[in-house]
């Protein structure tokens, strides 16, 4: 079979502000030392699907040097990760405006290695998944496009986009958040004896020549305007996917997703021989903990622990915690350079969290510097965007970069 796949950068990402302020949603660091575009690399990978192209537009540049820095593959073979940033031609003048838009201005591109299929899917969701047995499921079927779905309650429905199949699977009807609502119950997905109802998950199989169709006209999103018309006139089916999946969309989110890695049994495991997650190959020391008590943590490559606790928490690379500094429920995600090295800033006070601190229900992005004594909580604070933090719903962030001096209380 030969098949192709695309995965989408995404757009500014306003829902994870801070964290997009600087890169793109995929470039966002995830459990420590991965970033989010590892995941659907690592699943195109571990599905055989070697040829893959990763569509961008903002805030792009970490992304591209992550990717370029990490995917090479053996100069004999024909796999490869390819980025394909927006731009403009002599032809189109525009960028990218949506997710059907940008497979749109680079179809020549993904047309130049003749695949029969196309699989795309997200820069931005956790999931492990395999994608050969949809795959052989679009085929038997004799379905022209294929959309991964996700069973779910009325609690979630409402809120999501959510298909209508008959019993054969094939996919009748699209509603894009309908709420709870008297349209939710016709929605109901027939092939359950319970109240279930079918979510798409944004993951999608094209036979090539359906994709180039579709896309003749000016539609800009697939899950709002292609889906919807291709049921009419195409053969569109559903592949129900019964694993873990999360759509890392906002603050909340990607904090509550990445502190369930910490669990003794989370239900996205890291360590999945099977489904290995890939990403840069980095020379650094082993993570050590000198007179700290840790509990239910992931640890980094190059961390130095003295502080007096460290609970429910991702510490990532080169992460120092100082003496007597109690964390918890807090994702850091770490630094690029320790305090002595040449790429440390010269004014800057040594990366990492310093003496005596106190850090709950916190993200903390790389390269903070943080002085001594200094606490940082999201009691009592409304949601908003503040001079050195913000808060989104109960999560207190602190942006990549930042000083907090000494005796600061956030």
């Not at 990763?54 to 490869?80: A, C, G, M, P, W």
């Amino acid at each position: 079979m030969n098949v192709i796949g695309v995965i989408l950068g995404g757009g500014a990402g306003t829902r994870l502000q801070p964290l997009t302020s600087e890169r793109s949603k995929p470039a966002v660091p995830i459990a420590g030392k991965y970033r989010l575009v590892d995941i659907p690399i690592s699943n195109c990978i571990n599905n055989d699907i070697k040829r893959i192209f990763v569509l961008t537009q903002f805030n792009s540049e970490s992304l591209h040097r992550h990717i370029q820095t990490t995917y090479r593959f053996d100069s004999f073979s024909k796999s490869f990760v390819r980025i394909l940033a927006a731009q403009q031609t002599p032809d189109d003048e525009s960028w990218f405006n949506g997710t059907a838009d940008a497979v749109r201005k680079t179809l020549t591109h993904l047309g130049n290695e003749n695949p029969d299929y196309v699989v795309i899917l997200s820069g931005d969701q956790l999931y492990s998944m395999d994608f050969q047995a949809m795959l052989k499921e679009h085929i038997a079927r004799g379905a022209e496009v294929t959309i991964a779905t996700k069973p779910t309650d009325r609690r979630d429905a409402g809120s999501l986009g959510i298909l209508e199949s008959d019993k054969d699977s094939r996919i009748i009807n699209f509603v894009e958040k309908p709420g709870d609502t008297p349209e939710l119950t016709k929605l109901r997905a027939p092939m359950y004896e319970e109240e279930t109802f079918l979510a798409s998950m944004g993951i999608y199989i094209f036979n090539v020549d359906v994709l180039k169709r579709l896309l003749k006209g000016d539609a800009q999103d697939f899950g709002k305007e292609v889906i919807p018309q291709a049921i009419e006139n195409t053969k569109v089916y559903s592949y129900i996917y019964n694993g873990y999946w999360r759509d890392i969309g906002t603050i909340r989110n990607f904090w509550e997703s990445s502190l369930q890695l910490t669990d003794a049994m989370p239900e996205f495991s890291l360590y999945d021989s099977k489904y290995k997650i890939y990403t840069r190959m980095r020379y650094l020391p082993p993570s050590k903990v000198l007179s700290c008590v840790v509990n239910n943590c992931l640890l980094s490559e190059g961390c130095i622990l003295s502080g007096r606790e460290v609970s429910r928490s991702i510490v990532g690379i080169r992460g120092v915690i100082g003496e007597g500094t109690i964390m918890r429920n807090t994702v850091m995600m770490g630094a690029d350079y320790y305090a002595d090295e040449e790429e440390a800033p010269k004014a800057c006070l040594p990366p990492g969290i310093g003496r005596d601190c106190h850090v709950e229900d916190a993200i903390i992005d790389k390269n903070v510097c943080i002085g001594d004594r200094v606490v940082i909580s999201p009691k009592g604070k409304k949601n908003g965007t503040y001079d050195r933090y913000s808060i989104s719903d109960g999560v207190i962030v602190v942006p990549k970069g930042m000083v907090i001096p000494s005796d600061t209380v956030l």
